[in-house]
Each structure stands twice: as C-alpha cells, then as structure tokens.
C-alpha cells in the first residue's frame, strides 16, 4: 500500500533527550598531560623528529661556543687561619680565643680581608704589574693608553695611576676566595689566561694577607704599649688622690677602718659600737615580739576555756596522774555501791576520797592555767622594754649613718680607682713581656703550582649543559606545542578535550573496497563496527538507538562510510533496518550501495512520491535504503518541514532501526534538524583532519537544538600518528583470530 507523508497526521513529536552536560557542555581544561606518563610519551612520540632538532642544535651551540673560548687556568693556594683576636683589656690572656659562638663570624671577616681591595693593591704595587702588558693580557683586560684618561686622572703621572687602578680592578675581579664549611683552612684562587701569572698571583695574594696579618699584629701591640702607659700615669694619680681624700675624711669624722675577718678578710669594714649594739637589740626585739605573739595566742586559746578543756592542763602528768587515780577510785565505788546500800561506811569513804581528787585536779588546773597568762605578761613586758632600747639606739646609729655616706662614696671611688690602676698595670706587663715574641695566626700550607692544563673551558660540562638546555628547550616547545594544538588525533583527546565519551574506534588501515571489507566477519572494518553497535546498544537506557542520526563537523569524515556499515551489521544481526541518506547537497549512499538514481528523500518530502515507492531494497537481507535524490533547490527548508517528523514517527513503527546519514554541520542547519527529529546523534571525527574548535562548535549548535548526542567515532585512527601504539590502545585485536601467515 502506498503511503503518502501528506496524508499521515502530524505526530507529536516527543522533545528530544538533551545531552548529559559531560558530553554537551565545554568540558573542564584539563592539565595537558594530567600526570599521565603515557599521554607525555605519546606526546614525545609525536614530536620526536622536533625534539632531536632541537637537541642537535643545543648541542651544536655548546660544542661551537666552546671551541671559541679562552683557555682559563686556576692557581690555588691555601693559608690556615687559627681562631683568635688580640684584646687591649683583659686580666687572663694576651690573645685569648675567640668565642665559639664567633668564630664563623671570625673567619668570615678574614675572607672579607682577602678580597679587600686593600690587599688587591699591595698586590699590584709589591709585583709592579700596571707596568707588564703580559699582565694585562693574562688577566684580560686591555692596557689603559694615553686615550682612555678622563677628568678623573690628571697629571704627569695620570696614566700610570690609570693603569694601576685598571690592574687592581683586574685583579679583584679574577680572585676566587673559598672556605670550606668546618674548616679554617681558606682557598685563594686566581683565574687567567697565562698558567703562570695565575701561580704567581695566587702565592702574592696569600704571602701578602699572611705579612698583612703579622703587621697589624705588631702595630696594634706597639699602640697598645703606649696607650697603656698613658692610662696607667693618669689612673696613679686618680688612685694616689682618692685614698688621701678618704683617710682625711676618715680622720676627721672619728671613723676607724678595720680588716674583715673570715669570709670577709679581703674587705674593709668601718667599727662602731652603736650599728653592733643595734643590730644585737633589734635582733633581741624581734625574737621578744615572737615569743610574746607566741605566749598571746596560747593565752587567748585558753582564756574562756573550761579548766580541764585546756591542752596545757591534759597534757601535764600531774593531771593525768591524778585522774588515773580518780578513775580507780571511781571504780571501787561502783563495786560497793554495787554490793552495799547508799551510805555504807565504806562507800562513804571512798565517795570522799574521789571529791578530794576532784579538788586536787581542779587546783592543779586552775594554777597552770593561770602560768599560760603569767608567760604572755612577762613576754609582753621584755617586748616593751627591748622596743624602747631600739628606738633610742635607732636615734643615735642614724647620726652615724650620716657621717658614713660622704665615706662610703670616697671609699667606691678609691676602690674603682684601686681595681683600675691594677687591671692596666697586670695587663702593661704582660704586653711587655710579649712585645718581642709577636705570633701570627695566620700561615701558609700550601703554594700555588703552575696549572698544566686549563680549567676552562670543559668540553664534556658545556655539551651536558647544552644537552640539559637542549632537553629543557624541547620540552618547553612541545608542552606549547601540545597546549595549543586542538588536534584530535587519539581516543584520550576525544574525552580530555572534548567532553564526549568515545564509543568506537575505526582504523585507518582499511582496503579501498570497504564494502568488501565489511563482508568479512573478521576485518578490521568489520571488528570495529561490531564493538561501535555493542557500545551503541548500551550507551543509553532504552538500548540501541531506534532511529540513529550520524553527522560530522565537516565532509569526508567517514559518516557515510558509518552510516553504510552499521546499517548493514543491524540488517545482517536480523533487525529490520532502513538507511536513509539525509544529505541532501551531496549524497553519497546510492553509490556506496549501488542502487539506482531514482526518486527518493527530496522527492517524499515533497509529496511527489509515496514511502513505498522511495524505499529501496539492497542485496543485503533486512536492509532497505531511501536515497537523497534529486538533489534539491533549498535542502535546508525541506528537512525543517513536519513532513520530515511525520516520515520518522512512519518508519519508527515499520522498522527496527532507522539509520540517517546526516550532512556535515559546516554552517548549515540541515543536520540539525535531522538530529533533533532522532533519538540520538553520533558524532563522526577523523582522526587526521579533526580539531577542537570545530567539533566543539558542532556540539555547541547541537546542545542549543536539544539534539542528543550519544556519543563520537573516531574514523581513520592510526596508533602511530597520534604517538601511541595499537597494542596500547588495545586495537590490535584486529589481528586477533586471522588465519596465520603460511610460513607461520
């Protein structure tokens, strides 16, 4: 029966599946390699010839600047230096160590001195070299001539201060100054052209700093004898002036000095009768005031106190003997009144016998009782009397104290002056004694040597250099190269860059004859259609796609090839399937198929022919087709018709599976529509020509349509072009089951 598309109603069209947001949306920058070690080897795969290019050079750069270079020769010669420092004012040591906490601080001033200028000059002035043009050649640096004066130099002698100034600067600038860590001994090392002005020079610098050293030894011992001597007359005749100032004080106020005794024999001590006194009654007193807190408080403990409540009364043994007894007497009388009546001579008696001691320990308590009062008078008595006695000697020993200030400051300054005088007298000795035995830290261990073979430049250092720069180098290039480059050469680009999940792999080593190809169950063309189908039926909830559009970004991408092939695996898997070739401005599939030129797609939805009479059959069981022709005026319009959603709800009930090769996106709008009226696009990329900012843009017009993207293809792979390996990427399987090689 013939079908008409102006004669079914107009379905309702179901709003199609968006996209997942990781397929649709730009996915995340990733890092580029994301630390994975095999992304950076597929990357160094891929620009191996650039990398050794660059290399190469790096190396050439490092051979030719080496081979251009000046001979440099290094002279070292070694001085030890002991850790010491000479001190003007000291009681001990003439040159005492210095202190630990220092001695970095020491030593690394000595280096300091090594590379004064100072030292530099008497260098140059000891070896005359501002007058050798060898010398100036072997540090190299021009001689100054008679055209290199400025305002600076003026004089007859202007170049000859020129020239010395050149060579101290030349020489400064080519000594090495080394000091090893936990060590004193110190390098001094000279760099030149000429082996032996670096010898020479190196064995100036370290003889020159180790007389330097002995030198100002000897000065600052020579100004130090003489500055001591000037300080030790003036500090005499300080001390001289203060003893007779204090000993005329003394005298006049009627102090005497005595000498300490014991621990106190090397100190002087003023006597006086009223300070002793005073300090014995004070003491006195407050011992009176203790034993009188004391006595109170045992006093106002026991003062309201019941008598035989006392601590002092039952603690006497007196007390305590005479209530033993009264308790044995007690006791006697409970066994007679046990045995007798009331008044029984005997009970009598001892009744009175127990009122006696009961008397007895009542006197006794009440008089000690009365002692604990007695004690607090007589201690409250001594307090009085030794408090008076404080005051008045307090009176009289603060008139003395008066006296004794004006002697105690007389006594310091006699006493400063004293320690003074002694401490510049011992330490003027000892530096007379040492004047003539002057030693110097400082020695020399080892001369330098004429070097034999020059230090710089090293061949084999500057090629390592080179080398590492040349790696350096490479590596910057293709990090740049692999960030800016929108390639989409290998399945990890397709997700890394992209966002899409990648559910087939197509190879590029393919026969020209594909439908050949696809015929055998075992080509690689076949295998990957096979796992293609596989990832198609799970890649959503409802299973394979029931009407699958196929597209690309642009042409000769492989989307027809795809479309063909998986439209044959489903027919020949049994599932009645329908391949309509959507491309309208190029179609292609009636010659992959070999079906005749007639009337197909443009001419149903036009309504000049029905969808019995465009449906052709193949020489494939279960697979129909429906060609693009004739090639219309406005594709665009005709596939934006509800006759295009009427043929798709039409065919989604008679077939399986309907197959649509879709046009390239380019900047048209045809593929769209055909996506939008489908259950689901794939995206067919080739891996030689496909880039990111393209195929982005196709997915970003397809996420505005609410087209759904189920997923890419990657088409005409080659492991080797995108730096990786097919064994890598697990697409040698493609081999797998092939019958062996007869010589196998």
């Not at 400063?416 to 401490?423: F, H, K, V």
């Not at 027809?560 to 491309?583: M, P």
Request: proline letters at 5%; a neutral charge; charged letters at 20%.
């Amino acid at each position: 029966m013939t079908a008409r598309l102006d004669s079914l109603p107009t379905p309702h069209v179901a709003p199609a599946r968006p996209a997942s947001a990781g397929a649709q949306g730009d996915p995340a920058e990733a890092p580029l390699f994301d630390l994975d070690l095999s992304r950076i080897i597929f990357a160094i795969r891929r620009n191996i010839w650039w990398i050794g290019a660059i290399i190469a050079c790096a190396l050439a750069l490092g051979l030719v600047a080496t081979l251009l270079m000046q001979p440099r020769y290094i002279a070292t010669s070694r001085v030890l230096i002991e850790q010491q420092a000479d001190q003007i004012i000291e009681n001990n040591d003439v040159t005492p160590a210095v202190a630990y906490q220092d001695a970095d601080r020491f030593l690394q001033t000595q280096v300091d001195v090594i590379r004064s200028r100072a030292l530099a000059a008497k260098v140059v002035d000891d070896g005359k070299f501002w007058t050798e043009p060898a010398f100036f050649d072997a540090v190299g640096t021009p001689m100054p001539t008679e055209a290199d004066l400025d305002y600076r130099y003026q004089g007859k002698d202007a170049l000859q201060r020129l020239r010395r100034d050149t060579a101290i600067d030349a020489v400064a600038r080519n000594l090495s100054v080394s000091l090893p860590d936990a060590s004193r001994l110190v390098a001094i090392s000279f760099s030149g052209s000429d082996p032996n002005y670096a010898a020479k020079l190196a064995n100036l610098f370290a003889e020159s700093y180790v007389s330097a050293n002995l030198a100002r030894k000897f000065d600052s011992s020579s100004y130090a004898r003489e500055y001591l001597a000037q300080q030790l007359d003036q500090a005499r005749i300080r001390l001289e002036t203060s003893e007779r100032d204090l000993n005329q004080y003394s005298r006049a106020a009627g102090l005497v000095r005595v000498q300490g005794q014991g621990q106190n024999a090397d100190k002087e001590a003023t006597l006086s009768v009223t300070n002793d006194t005073l300090v014995q009654v004070n003491g006195a007193a407050s011992q009176a005031t203790a034993e009188r807190i004391a006595a109170e408080d045992r006093w106002n403990s026991v003062r309201n106190s019941p008598v035989m409540t006392v601590p002092q009364v039952l603690e006497n043994p007196a007390i305590q003997a005479l209530i033993r007894q009264r308790s044995e007497v007690e006791s006697q009388l409970a066994q007679e009144s046990s045995r007798h009546l009331a008044g029984h001579p005997t009970a009598a008696a001892l009744q009175a016998q127990v009122d006696r001691l009961s008397a007895q320990i009542m006197a006794v308590g009440n008089a000690i009782k009365s002692s604990v009062r007695i004690e607090f008078q007589a201690a409250q008595a001594k307090e009085a009397t030794l408090q008076r006695q404080v005051v008045d000697l307090r009176t009289l020993a603060l008139g003395e104290q008066d006296r004794g200030v004006q002697y105690n400051i007389l006594k310091r300054v006699a006493e400063t002056n004293r320690s003074l005088y002694d401490t510049l007298l011992a330490r003027y000795n000892e530096l007379n004694a040492t004047a003539g035995a002057t030693s110097n830290n400082v020695s020399l261990v080892d001369r330098a040597e004429t070097p034999r073979f020059p230090a710089s430049p090293k061949l084999v250092l500057n090629l390592g250099l080179a080398l590492l720069a040349g790696i350096l180098c490479a590596g910057m290039f293709v990090f740049v190269r692999e960030h800016f480059d929108d390639a989409i050469r290998a399945p990890d680009d397709v997700e890394h860059k992209l966002g899409v999940p990648l559910l087939g792999l197509v190879p590029q080593e393919v026969s020209d004859d594909i439908r050949l190809e696809m015929r055998d169950p075992k080509s690689a063309l076949s295998e990957a259609y096979n796992s293609l189908i596989a990832n198609l039926r799970y890649a959503g909830a409802d299973g394979f796609p029931k009407i699958l559009t196929i597209t690309s970004s642009r042409a000769e991408e492989g989307k027809s090839t795809t479309s063909v092939a998986i439209a044959e695996q489903l027919a020949k898997l049994g599932r009645k399937t329908l391949l309509i070739d959507g491309d309208l401005r190029r179609p292609t599939v009636h010659k992959i198929l070999d079906l005749p030129s007639a009337h197909g797609l443009t001419a149903l939805l036009t309504g000049e022919i029905g969808l019995d009479r465009a449906i052709l059959g193949t020489d494939v069981p279960n697979l129909h087709a429906i060609t693009a022709l004739p090639t219309p005026v406005n594709p665009s319009l005709l596939l934006g018709s509800t006759r295009l959603e009427a043929l798709m709800q039409h065919c989604r009930g008679q077939f399986d599976h309907v197959i649509i090769d879709s046009p390239p996106m380019l900047g048209l709008s045809d593929a769209t529509s055909l996506s939008v009226a489908s259950d689901a696009t794939l995206l067919v990329i080739d891996a030689s020509k496909g880039h990111r900012g393209t195929i982005k843009s196709t997915l970003r017009r397809l996420t505005l349509v609410h087209a759904p993207v189920v997923g890419a293809l990657l088409t005409k792979f080659d492991p080797r072009r995108a730096g990786g390996n097919a064994a890598y990427y697990g697409y040698d399987y493609y081999e797998y089951g092939r019958p062996a090689d007869s010589g196998a």
